[in-house]
């Protein structure tokens, strides 16, 4: 199989998948509980989500590994078990996706900030180590550092997983439009930042997750586009922003609605598209069509 960076760079706009947490919740994941911890409790559950995601098309699956990094699992006295969720967890996605896709395992951020002295440089970094060699163990081809906010806690990760496994690396953050128009973290970094920073410590394809819907992806992804020309960009967007209605959070964006955007967001720049917070099969499947349709409309 060929790699991420070969498939998009021979022209090909690949499909990745969408949401877990809402499933996991649907299918009883309690508020409180560690989602990561199913990989080897409810494997059948997690393994009917990543199943969902390969039936509507995707070319690339996730892990349910997010926070499944030692000192996150450490808020449930699971630090010590992070080898066996991680490896369980891309051996549950491996499984789904067969030979012929992309298992891109999940790696969200610690919960700790470097620069408040919660935690050293060496404890992350020694954190996304353990955890990238276990999801490669398990049969991930791929790794996604997401929904990050600083720079030097995703650099960390992305060093880590380049220094110990042989793992495609992917990095992506989380951004949120200010009242001047532009695009920030939480902790002030901006697309052009990331960008240029991701790339510098080893990553092979950066992006964009979560916080944004399809609208608002374009614009961020036309400014990782102007600040880095050639390395693939990867989008998971939310289904919109997220509303209360009648004390429930919902995602307004339809499945027709995000693929609508897609040939905007590919023109802006996008070489994998995919979802985040609110999108479900449907939205993944809605996709795919789209971008097969671009497919049809260039030969």
Same mark, same amino acid.
């Given at each position: 199989?060929?790699?991420?960076?070969?498939?998009?760079?021979?022209?090909?706009?690949?499909?990745?998948?969408?949401?877990?947490?809402?499933?996991?919740?649907?299918?009883?994941?309690?508020?409180?509980?560690?989602?990561?911890?199913?990989?080897?409790?409810?494997?059948?559950?997690?393994?009917?989500?990543?199943?969902?995601?390969?039936?509507?098309?995707?070319?690339?699956?996730?892990?349910?590994?997010? #926070? &499944? /990094?030692?000192?996150?699992?450490?808020?449930?006295?699971?630090?010590?078990? %992070?080898?066996?969720?991680? !490896? $369980? =967890? @891309?051996?549950?996605?491996?499984?789904?996706?067969?030979?012929?896709?992309?298992?891109?395992?999940?790696?969200?951020?610690?919960?700790?900030?470097?620069?408040?002295?919660?935690?050293?440089?060496?404890?992350?970094?020694?954190?996304?180590?353990?955890?990238?060699?276990?999801?490669?163990?398990? #049969? &991930? /081809?791929?790794?996604?550092?997401?929904?990050?906010?600083?720079?030097?806690? %995703?650099?960390?990760?992305? !060093? $880590? =997983? @380049?220094?110990?496994?042989?793992?495609?690396?992917?990095?992506?953050?989380?951004?949120?439009?200010?009242?001047?128009?532009?695009?920030?973290?939480?902790?002030?970094?901006?697309?052009?930042?990331?960008?240029?920073?991701?790339?510098?410590?080893?990553?092979?394809?950066?992006?964009?997750?979560? #916080?944004?819907?399809?609208?608002?992806?374009?614009?961020?992804?036309?400014?990782?586009? %102007?600040?880095?020309?050639?390395?693939?960009?990867?989008?998971?967007?939310?289904?919109?922003?997220?509303?209360?209605?009648?004390?429930?959070?919902?995602?307004?964006?339809?499945?027709?609605?995000?693929?609508?955007?897609?040939?905007?967001?590919?023109?802006?720049?996008?070489?994998?598209?995919?979802?985040?917070?609110?999108?479900?099969?449907?939205?993944?499947?809605?996709?795919?069509?789209?971008?097969?349709?671009?497919?049809?409309?260039?030969?």
């Amino acid at each position: 199989m060929k790699t991420i960076v070969e498939t998009v760079k021979a022209g090909a706009v690949l499909v990745s998948d969408g949401a877990w947490g809402t499933f996991l919740h649907k299918k009883g994941l309690e508020p409180g509980q560690c989602p990561e911890l199913w990989c080897i409790t409810r494997r059948s559950d997690v393994l009917d989500i990543a199943r969902s995601y390969v039936a509507a098309g995707a070319d690339m699956i996730e892990s349910n590994s997010f #926070g &499944a /990094n030692r000192l996150k699992l450490a808020h449930f006295g699971l630090d010590s078990r %992070a080898k066996e969720i991680n !490896r $369980a =967890a @891309a051996e549950v996605s491996r499984e789904a996706a067969g030979p012929n896709r992309h298992v891109i395992a999940s790696m969200g951020p610690t919960g700790k900030i470097l620069m408040m002295g919660d935690v050293s440089e060496n404890e992350v970094y020694d954190a996304f180590a353990e955890q990238a060699t276990a999801l490669a163990d398990g #049969g &991930a /081809n791929a790794c996604c550092i997401e929904t990050m906010t600083a720079i030097d806690e %995703a650099c960390l990760a992305v !060093r $880590a =997983a @380049a220094d110990n496994t042989k793992l495609e690396i992917i990095a992506t953050f989380t951004f949120d439009k200010t009242m001047d128009n532009t695009y920030r973290t939480m902790m002030g970094v901006s697309p052009a930042d990331m960008a240029s920073a991701l790339v510098k410590a080893g990553a092979h394809v950066i992006g964009t997750n979560c #916080g944004n819907g399809m609208e608002r992806m374009i614009e961020i992804v036309r400014e990782i586009r %102007a600040a880095d020309g050639k390395t693939p960009i990867l989008v998971h967007a939310n289904a919109g922003l997220p509303e209360n209605k009648d004390g429930d959070i919902v995602f307004p964006e339809t499945p027709g609605m995000m693929a609508a955007l897609v040939p905007q967001l590919v023109s802006a720049g996008a070489n994998v598209v995919g979802g985040c917070c609110g999108t479900t099969p449907a939205h993944i499947a809605a996709m795919k069509k789209a971008v097969h349709g671009l497919i049809q409309a260039n030969s």
